[in-house]
C-alpha cells in the first residue's frame, strides 16, 4: 500500500511539473489563424478587385475619346469640381469614366442642335413660325448640356435608392457576423456575399470598401470612401461609428445595433411617408377615370328610362 501511495505521489508530482510544458497557448492560434485568414482575404480580395475592375467596375473609353478631350482640354473648360465624386456615386470609376462624361458633355448639346434644326426646318416645324423655332433649337441645346448630368443624377437616385432599401438588412448580418468572433474585414466580405442578390450595388460598395481596408494603411479612409461613394447619411453614420470604434475600443456590436435600428426606423418613416402622400396623388385620376365611370353606371339606367318614357 505504501509503494501504490508513493508511486501515485511520484505520477502526480510528475504531471504538475509537466503540465505548463504541454499546455498549449489558445490566444496565441486563434492569433495566428487570424491573421492568416485575414492575409488571405487580403489576397483573395485584391485579385477579385482587379477581376472586377477588368469585367465592369471601370467603364473603358474609345481612343477617340481620349483624344478628344485631351486637344480641346475639356478637363479645364468643361470639367467640374465634383464631378468624380459624382461619377462615383453613380457607379463609374476610373479615369476613363472621367473621360467619356466629358466627351458626351461636348457631343450631346451639339447632337441635339443638329437633331432639331433638321427636324424643325426640313421636316415639320409644328407652325410655330423661324424665330420660334431658333427658340426651341436653343432650349434643345441647354437639354443636351445637361442631359449627362441628369443621366447621373438619375443613376445615383436609382443606386441610393438600392443601397438605402437593404442597408438594415446588411447592418444585422453585419451585426450577426461581429457578434459571431468575426473581424470587421471578415464581416464585410460575408455580408457582400449575402446581401448581393437584394442589392448589387451595396454590394459592389461593401466588396471596394473591404479591398481598400486590406491595402491601404489606415482603415479609416476605407469608411470615409464608403460614404463618399454611397453618398448616403445612414452610411456615414455607420463608418463613422467603426471608426470611433477602432480609436476609442468602444464595442462594435452595440453601436451597429442603434444603428441598425435607426436605419430600420428611417425606413418606416420613409414608407409612411409615401403612403400619407397617396390620396393626392389619387385625386386627379379618380376625377378623371374613375368618377366619369361611376356617373355613367348610376345615371346610365335613368337616362334609358327617361328616354323610353318621352
Request: glycine letters at 6%; hydrophobic letters at 45%.
Amino acid at each position: 500500500m505504501t509503494a501504490v501511495l508513493a508511486a501515485v505521489a511520484a505520477f502526480a508530482t510528475v504531471l504538475t511539473l509537466a503540465m505548463p510544458m504541454l499546455a498549449t497557448n489558445p490566444l496565441q492560434k486563434r492569433m495566428k489563424s487570424v491573421a492568416t485568414e485575414r492575409t488571405r482575404i487580403r489576397q483573395r480580395e485584391r485579385e477579385r478587385l482587379a477581376r472586377g475592375e477588368r469585367k465592369g467596375l471601370k467603364i473603358e473609353s474609345k481612343a477617340y475619346m481620349q483624344n478628344i478631350v485631351s486637344q480641346f482640354d475639356l478637363a479645364k473648360h468643361l470639367g467640374t469640381n465634383d464631378a468624380k465624386e459624382r461619377l462615383q456615386m453613380a457607379g463609374y470609376r476610373g479615369p476613363s469614366a472621367m473621360t467619356t462624361f466629358l466627351f458626351f458633355r461636348l457631343v450631346a448639346p451639339i447632337g441635339f442642335l443638329i437633331v432639331s434644326l433638321f427636324y424643325l426646318f426640313l421636316i415639320d416645324d409644328f407652325g410655330i413660325g423661324g424665330i420660334a423655332s431658333s427658340g426651341a433649337a436653343v432650349f434643345m441645346t441647354y437639354l443636351g448640356i445637361k442631359a449627362p448630368e441628369l443621366f447621373l443624377k438619375n443613376q445615383t437616385g436609382k443606386r441610393q435608392a438600392s443601397i438605402t432599401s437593404a442597408w438594415p438588412d446588411a447592418l444585422d448580418l453585419m451585426l450577426i457576423c461581429v457578434e459571431s468572433g468575426m473581424s470587421v474585414e471578415a464581416a464585410f466580405r460575408k455580408v457582400a456575399d449575402e446581401i448581393g442578390s437584394q442589392s448589387v450595388p451595396l454590394a459592389e460598395e461593401l466588396t471596394l470598401t473591404m479591398a481598400e481596408m486590406s491595402y491601404l494603411q489606415d482603415r479609416r479612409q476605407a469608411y470615409d470612401n464608403l460614404g463618399r461613394r454611397t453618398g448616403l447619411e445612414s452610411v456615414k453614420s455607420v463608418g463613422t461609428a467603426l471608426i470611433q470604434a477602432d480609436k476609442y475600443g468602444t464595442p462594435v456590436a452595440q453601436a451597429l445595433r442603434v444603428l441598425s435600428q435607426d436605419s430600420r426606423d428611417t425606413r418606416m418613416a420613409l414608407a409612411e411617408k409615401k403612403a400619407a402622400a397617396l390620396p393626392p396623388k389619387l385625386t386627379v385620376p379618380m376625377i378623371l377615370f374613375f368618377l366619369p365611370v361611376i356617373f355613367v353606371v348610376i345615371l346610365g339606367p335613368a337616362y334609358i328610362q327617361v328616354s323610353a318614357i318621352q
